[in-house]
């Protein structure tokens, strides 16, 4: 008994710092390479999570609208991501800090009221497929379904953008452009279009966490709010720009989380801040990552 | 040096703006002087952020968190032991000061958007707490009842009160700025490296500065409470900690007027359009984005950059 349920609680912790890895994996790399932080990448990942809502009630009937309906959010979130890349943040790389902080600030603000008057105030909800009504028994503990394939998804784009970082070209220019702009841009690489391109893949893992996300429970006003303050969490604890700091730094805050919410559950945001600063301030630049030029 | 002439320059517009801010009650009607009650509590908060921020050149994402606890501090102690509202403000402000003493500590490590991170984590983390100790804070739903005393129970009389209190504040906070103290900061916002060179404790005076700030910004928090006639715990979070932000842009961070003005124009936007829309994020957020596109030095920026006259510049040393 004992046991089930601790492991079960894991799992939904697992779960849970996953899907935060989704969310913190698009906010890191946008940070890494565009140095810009991102206030609004929550919103957009509620965006996507309404957007699946949208395109699943299109398609209610039938079984896989779900399946369907998550890719498609993640590309809808992404060509919104490129847009407002377009129309906005090319405006802001050169600008000073505060100003960049303060147009995604605006932008978070902007897009939640977008939200409030597309999708109205009231809680969505996706009726699962039967597939994935029923829970699953692992280890003699129940498990729900749709966690398994929560935690696929989570995997899989952990190593989808490892692969990306380590074997392909343009995954080198990234990890360059992390390091040295100056001298990417001299080797005749046009920044501009590869900011563009890992803000709009930044937003395109929002949208699909998003997507995921719809599935998990109702979407509701808000939530935003709380995942983007927990996702710099783990990307402060994991360093900026580092793909595995951001997965351990999830997993971290996903499993104490869950932990911490059945012992003490007044205390469980309370903890991860307290986590957050312990490890700024033996790592400033938190367990991998390494010190950004200023 | 300071001639008459440059005494003039220095002092004619705060000057003129506390006759206006005097005046004020008497020609305009009770809801104008609650929405003017706002905007001195705030230009407030944003002066004491832009201490921080306009001085010594760190932007906090987390001064909301010093207002709070001040707000909290005033409430808790009106509510739960009747204290007089007088006795309230020092004690707010000393709480406040701990309070930023406590975290400051920590963040004066850090620079750049490191130390925006840090202060808007321990923002967060002061907003959990009170927003999850039911049994001391009342949790979401706040303290209620936060009443001034009877002579103050009016819009106008608590008004005056509280220009009084801003004015008194804002005057002080002059006199850090204008001070040996004050320079210092501005050395450090200027040339970090240098300043330390040169024999200078820059985390001791970063973190001095910022417990002054974190004080300003509790009498701010403190003034509220007894205003609103309550405190929730929004008042910690990060969005209200982006609003001084927001007005020492818009004012202009270089000026020490600058967040006043800010939050005259904040403040009457959030007035005049909460009256028609439910939407205020939307439009602030709008207006926002046109500032910090459009006006990036904000108000004194502007007035500056076209020569218009030469209000004293508070902000660049080299200048001087």
Redo the contacts between chains.
């Keep these: 008994m004992e046991f089930t349920f601790l492991f079960s609680q894991f799992m939904s912790g697992l779960t849970y710092g996953l899907m935060l890895f989704l969310v913190a994996s698009g906010l890191s790399l946008i940070f890494g390479v565009m140095?810009i932080?991102n206030f609004a990448h929550a919103t957009l990942w509620l965006i996507g999570a309404y957007i699946c809502f949208t395109f699943w009630s299109l398609m209610e009937a039938h079984q896989f609208a779900l399946w369907v309906s998550i890719p498609l959010a993640a590309l809808a979130t992404a060509a919104f991501g490129w847009i407002c890349e377009v129309v906005?943040i090319k405006?802001?790389y050169k600008?000073e800090?505060?100003?960049q902080?303060?147009?995604t600030?605006?932008?978070?603000?902007?897009f939640?009221?977008?939200i409030?008057?597309v999708w109205g105030p009231t809680d969505r909800l996706i009726v699962r497929p039967s597939i994935i009504q029923k829970p699953l028994f692992l280890f003699g503990a129940p498990i729900d379904s749709y966690f398994i394939f929560v935690i696929l998804i989570g995997v899989a784009v952990a190593v989808g953008l490892w692969w990306f970082l380590k074997y392909t070209k343009y995954g080198h220019i990234v990890k360059a452009a992390v390091y040295s702009r100056e001298m990417v841009s001299a080797l005749g690489i046009p920044i501009p279009k590869i900011y563009t391109w890992v803000f709009t893949l930044g937003i395109f893992i929002a949208g699909l966490a998003g997507g995921v996300q719809s599935a998990i429970g109702s979407v509701t006003l808000g939530m935003d709010?709380n995942i983007i303050?927990q996702a710099?969490?783990v990307v402060?604890i994991g360093g900026f720009g580092s793909l595995m700091g951001t997965l351990i730094g999830s997993l971290i805050v996903g499993e104490v989380f869950s932990f911490a919410i059945l012992y003490w559950p007044?205390?469980a945001?309370?903890l991860i801040?307290?986590i957050?600063?312990a490890i700024?301030?033996v790592k400033?630049w938190g367990l991998f990552g390494t010190p950004l030029r200023? | 040096m300071d001639n008459k002439n440059t005494m003039f320059q220095r002092f004619w517009l705060p000057a003129a703006l506390f006759v206006v801010a005097l005046i004020l009650p008497f020609v305009i009607s009770e809801f104008w002087v609650h929405v003017f009650n706002e905007i001195l509590i705030l230009g407030l908060f944003a002066a004491a952020f832009n201490l921080v921020?306009g001085y010594m050149g760190q932007?906090s994402?987390g001064q909301a968190a010093y207002y709070g606890i001040g707000a909290y501090t005033t409430g808790l102690l009106m509510v739960k032991l009747h204290w007089p509202l007088f006795a309230c403000l020092p004690v707010s402000m000393i709480t406040a000061g701990i309070g930023a003493l406590i975290l400051g500590y920590?963040c004066v490590?850090?620079?750049?958007?490191?130390f925006?991170?840090?202060t808007?984590?321990?923002g967060?983390?002061v907003f959990?707490?009170i927003f999850?100790?039911y049994s001391f804070t009342g949790g979401d739903n706040g303290l209620q009842g936060i009443n001034p005393p009877e002579w103050l129970f009016k819009a106008i009389p608590y008004y005056y009160f509280s220009l009084t209190v801003v004015t008194i504040g804002m005057i002080i906070l002059y006199f850090i700025t204008e001070s040996p103290f004050g320079y210092t900061l501005r050395a450090i916002r200027d040339n970090t490296e240098r300043t330390e060179f040169i024999g200078i404790n820059v985390q001791r005076y970063m973190l001095i500065n910022f417990v002054i700030s974190g004080m300003f910004c509790g009498l701010a928090g403190a003034l509220w409470g007894p205003f609103n006639r309550s405190v929730a715990p929004d008042l910690c979070s990060?969005?209200h900690s982006?609003h001084p932000?927001?007005m020492a842009?818009m004012g202009g961070p270089h000026h020490f007027l600058g967040p006043m003005i800010g939050s005259v124009i904040f403040t009457f936007l959030n007035a005049f359009v909460t009256g028609f829309t439910e939407?205020w994020?939307?439009v602030?957020?709008?207006v926002?984005?046109i500032v910090?596109?459009v006006m990036?030095g904000g108000v004194f920026g502007i007035i500056k950059e076209k020569g218009y006259f030469c209000p004293r510049d508070a902000g660049d040393v080299k200048n001087e």
């Excluded at chain 1, 600030?105 to 902007?110: D, E, R, S, T």
Aim: hydrophobic share 65%; charged share 10%; proline share 4%.
């Design positions: 140095n932080l906005l405006r802001i600008r800090l505060h100003e902080l303060l147009i600030y605006a932008m978070a603000l902007i939640g009221d977008l409030k008057i709010m303050i710099f969490c402060v007044d205390g945001m309370v801040f307290v957050t600063a700024l301030i400033p200023a | 921020f932007l994402f920590f490590k850090l620079r750049g958007i490191y925006a991170i840090l808007m984590a321990f967060q983390l959990f707490i999850q100790w990060w969005q982006g932000v927001f842009v939407y994020p939307l602030s957020g709008m926002i984005i910090v596109l990036p």
